[in-house]
């Protein structure tokens, strides 16, 4: 598939190389991905660094609290309301530190795309209700994305490359074509199950999508998923399973949201097949 050289995937007007060629490219990809996979590594350790340096610093746990958080992200519904507990109980005697805590490892988390995110939701509307949890799971989801973002710019172009060579290239296409409506179509993307978040973080710099739309997108668009689980989480009691989470009318009003945000891309592709007719019904001007 051909795109533009901006991107880094391949120019049109290079000639066939044959497979050796191909494979030399391939092995060349794939070392710059080392490459970056050791410095991400690197940057890796140094933000543990610093969550171990707030782990000495921050007031004690028990042996069994500790116990109970060393099962995170939590596999079952029991596992979470031992975590719910410890978490409630330090924050009660410690608000400080625990608000701290917790937005330092989301934060950690979505930059190096971790799962256990959506526990963290849940566990931010148990301790802070609806209304501050999901205002809270906003704003550390979004810089979370956007460190994951900045991270990608640095060294996530030849690791993009090597993992998802056809769908970097797929992506490109359509991000280009709406680069006039780029903050519509990426909270279309956040509010539809069509490309998974990471893919979106991670791929999106390496396309040239500016950060100022992406992160205000960013913010907007995952706000019905992060109410869905900032909600739940309130209501923890009532959860009997993580399926649980699932509420259609969360999800209704997320495809609502979706269809809403392209309806200016659509109007916009509307228009300009139009106007394509109608400069084709027009008789064409002889020239003397």
Not at 76 to 104: C, E, N, T, W
Request: charged share 15%; hydrophobic share 50%.
């Amino acid at each position: 598939m051909c795109m533009s050289p901006k991107h880094g995937l391949g120019r049109c007007d290079e000639p066939f190389k044959g497979s050796g060629a191909v494979q030399s490219t391939g092995r060349r990809v794939w070392n710059e991905a080392r490459r970056s996979v050791l410095t991400g590594l690197a940057i890796a350790a140094i933000f543990l660094a610093l969550l171990a340096l707030y782990a000495c610093l921050m007031p004690p746990l028990s042996e069994a609290d500790w116990d109970a958080l060393r099962h995170f992200p939590p596999l079952s519904i029991s596992q979470l309301f031992k975590q719910r507990d410890v978490v409630q109980r330090y924050a009660s005697q410690h608000p400080a530190a625990l608000l701290a805590g917790y937005a330092m490892v989301y934060i950690f988390m979505q930059t190096f795309a971790m799962p256990g995110t959506v526990s963290l939701s849940l566990l931010s509307g148990a301790l802070y209700g609806v209304v501050r949890g999901l205002l809270l799971v906003a704003v550390v989801s979004t810089v979370g994305s956007c460190a994951c973002f900045t991270l990608s710019r640095l060294i996530g172009r030849s690791l993009a490359r090597a993992i998802w060579p056809e769908q970097l290239a797929k992506y490109a296409m359509e991000v280009d074509r709406r680069r006039g409506h780029l903050f519509n179509y990426i909270i279309f993307l956040r509010v539809t199950p069509i490309l998974p978040n990471i893919f979106i973080n991670i791929a999106s710099p390496v396309v040239d999508v500016p950060l100022r739309p992406f992160a205000l997108a960013t913010f907007l668009g995952c706000l019905p998923n992060n109410f869905l689980a900032v909600n739940a989480g309130s209501k923890l009691g009532e959860l009997k399973s993580f399926s649980d989470l699932y509420d259609y009318k969360i999800i209704l009003a997320g495809c609502v949201v979706g269809v809403i945000a392209l309806a200016p891309m659509l109007r916009r592709g509307k228009d300009g097949a139009s106007h394509s007719r109608d400069m084709a019904a027009k008789p064409a001007i002889k020239q003397e």
